[in-house]
């Protein structure tokens, strides 16, 4: 999975400059929930906030400020309001809020310093001012390091705010304003590893075929195998590889509710690690690779050494959605990665609130779709009120945007 932080670093180091446009809010059916990012320069765009129309007219206006150099105020940042039936054809008919932000070469000590907490999968904010004061270089926080500002560093409100959403630990965006009527607003980016640990033991065909699918997927990835030379010479950013001798010691590492996947080039090693980790008790899922004649072996075997029913019924074996047919590597890993989903638990839109400050915190993207029609959301932004937006009304639907559109939606990038 391409974290963002560090895709806009490799283009800004290879470019010179982009325009990271972020999802700030949605209202109704949108295609894309708040948090989804896309990074865009002069010769390529990563990422996606939801294609067609919308993602077509974002690349637009990205690329207009990369010529211009700063917005219509002299800042390099603008958030525009979008209705997606009445300015875009749209069918999804909600309402989306774009933040566009540009970024150049000046820009990156504060990457470096959000990538590096971004590699340690840890929660951190990023914390700026809109509008003439954005060319000031963001905040880049920890929940520690708020927590030891004084007020006076970036201002009550937004200390307040950013402490909230450290404090959730799970990502989100908010954008608020100070009490001074004539001060910009703060954006509030907090950004959170993957909700989801899975624990990948084993290296062969179809161990690499599952780590390369769920490189592209918002899970964070351990990946084991005792023999070095198996792994590929790069991973994605979201997996980490470990050699071990005895791959039953990483059991006992996993975080709470971990999904433990098993599938070593060895049986006895296989049957080891299951019983290491119905042994450890806490997980979220245990899935063993085999048929269902290597079940039932196994759960005999399991009940000889006294482990009761309803242990072994925790082991599911075979893996992946019931139905699909085909031991293709490949088959069984996309197989695999839909069954995970499924199970993943999605990360709802939330209000934080302590004292005088209310965050409407909008969930990570983690599953695209009619998350307007599946939870409450409401903006973040206060309409009207010291805002540099615009309402993106214009021209759409004609048949030669539609088709531009419809190419740049099909060659899009995951990016989060």
């Given at each position: 999975m391409?974290?963002?932080?560090s895709a806009l670093?490799e283009?800004?180091?290879r470019?010179?400059a982009a325009?990271?446009?972020?999802?700030?809010?949605t209202?109704?059916s949108?295609?894309r929930a708040?948090g989804a990012?896309?990074?865009?320069s002069?010769?390529?765009s990563?990422?996606?906030?939801?294609?067609?129309?919308?993602?077509?007219?974002?690349?637009g206006?990205?690329?207009?400020?990369?010529?211009?150099?700063?917005?219509?105020d002299g800042?390099?940042t603008?958030i525009m309001r979008?209705?997606?039936g009445?300015?875009l054809g749209?069918?999804?008919g909600?309402?989306v809020?774009?933040?566009?932000e540009?970024?150049?070469t000046?820009?990156?000590?504060?990457?470096d310093?959000?990538g590096?907490?971004?590699?340690?999968g840890?929660t951190?904010?990023?914390i700026r001012r809109?509008?003439?004061?954005?060319?000031?270089p963001?905040t880049?926080?920890t929940?520690t390091a708020?927590?030891s500002?004084?007020?006076?560093a970036?201002g009550?409100?937004?200390?307040?705010?950013?402490?909230l959403?450290l404090?959730?630990?799970?990502?989100?965006l908010?954008v608020?304003?100070?009490?001074t009527p004539a001060?910009?607003?703060?954006l509030?980016?907090?950004?959170?590893?993957?909700?989801l640990?899975?624990?990948l033991?084993?290296?062969?065909h179809?161990g690499?075929a599952?780590a390369e699918?769920?490189?592209r997927?918002?899970?964070r990835?351990?990946?084991?195998?005792?023999?070095?030379?198996?792994f590929?010479?790069?991973v994605?950013?979201?997996?980490?590889?470990?050699?071990?001798d005895d791959?039953t010691?990483?059991?006992k590492?996993a975080?709470?509710n971990?999904?433990?996947?098993?599938?070593?080039?060895?049986?006895?090693?296989?049957?080891?690690?299951?019983?290491?980790i119905?042994d450890?008790?806490?997980?979220g899922y245990?899935?063993?690779i085999g048929?269902?004649?290597k079940?039932?072996?196994?759960a005999?075997?399991l009940?000889?050494?006294?482990?009761?029913d309803a242990?072994?019924?925790r082991?599911h074996c075979?893996?992946g959605v019931?139905?699909?047919v085909g031991?293709?590597?490949?088959?069984i890993a996309?197989s695999?990665?839909a069954?995970?989903?499924?199970m993943?638990?999605?990360?709802?839109?939330?209000?934080v609130?302590?004292?005088?400050?209310?965050c409407a915190v909008?969930g990570?993207d983690d599953?695209?779709?009619n998350?307007?029609?599946r939870?409450?959301e409401?903006s973040s932004v206060?309409?009207?009120?010291?805002m540099p937006?615009?309402?993106?009304?214009g021209?759409?639907?004609d048949?030669?945007g539609r088709?531009?559109?419809e190419?740049?939606d099909s060659t899009a990038?995951?990016?989060?």
């Amino acid at each position: 999975m391409l974290r963002w932080v560090s895709a806009l670093s490799e283009v800004i180091r290879r470019d010179k400059a982009a325009v990271l446009v972020t999802v700030i809010v949605t209202r109704g059916s949108a295609p894309r929930a708040s948090g989804a990012r896309m990074v865009v320069s002069e010769r390529a765009s990563l990422g996606s906030i939801g294609g067609g129309q919308l993602e077509f007219r974002a690349q637009g206006i990205a690329r207009a400020m990369l010529q211009n150099g700063a917005d219509d105020d002299g800042s390099g940042t603008r958030i525009m309001r979008f209705p997606l039936g009445a300015s875009l054809g749209q069918c999804c008919g909600g309402v989306v809020e774009l933040g566009f932000e540009r970024v150049g070469t000046d820009d990156l000590a504060w990457l470096d310093q959000a990538g590096a907490l971004d590699r340690e999968g840890g929660t951190w904010a990023r914390i700026r001012r809109l509008g003439v004061f954005s060319s000031q270089p963001p905040t880049i926080l920890t929940a520690t390091a708020a927590a030891s500002l004084s007020p006076a560093a970036l201002g009550e409100v937004a200390q307040e705010a950013a402490r909230l959403l450290l404090a959730e630990a799970e990502g989100g965006l908010s954008v608020v304003a100070d009490d001074t009527p004539a001060s910009a607003p703060w954006l509030i980016d907090v950004t959170a590893p993957p909700a989801l640990t899975v624990v990948l033991f084993g290296a062969g065909h179809v161990g690499c075929a599952i780590a390369e699918v769920f490189g592209r997927l918002p899970f964070r990835v351990i990946w084991v195998d005792g023999r070095d030379a198996c792994f590929p010479d790069t991973v994605a950013s979201n997996i980490e590889t470990r050699v071990s001798d005895d791959p039953t010691d990483e059991v006992k590492l996993a975080p709470n509710n971990a999904f433990f996947l098993v599938m070593t080039h060895s049986h006895a090693l296989d049957f080891d690690l299951i019983r290491a980790i119905l042994d450890r008790g806490e997980f979220g899922y245990l899935g063993l690779i085999g048929s269902t004649s290597k079940r039932k072996s196994f759960a005999a075997r399991l009940r000889a050494r006294g482990y009761p029913d309803a242990d072994i019924a925790r082991v599911h074996c075979p893996i992946g959605v019931p139905g699909v047919v085909g031991k293709e590597p490949e088959v069984i890993a996309v197989s695999v990665a839909a069954s995970l989903l499924r199970m993943r638990e999605p990360r709802a839109t939330r209000t934080v609130a302590t004292g005088r400050i209310e965050c409407a915190v909008s969930g990570s993207d983690d599953r695209p779709g009619n998350d307007g029609e599946r939870r409450r959301e409401r903006s973040s932004v206060r309409e009207g009120e010291r805002m540099p937006a615009a309402d993106a009304a214009g021209q759409g639907g004609d048949e030669e945007g539609r088709m531009q559109a419809e190419r740049a939606d099909s060659t899009a990038k995951g990016l989060v």
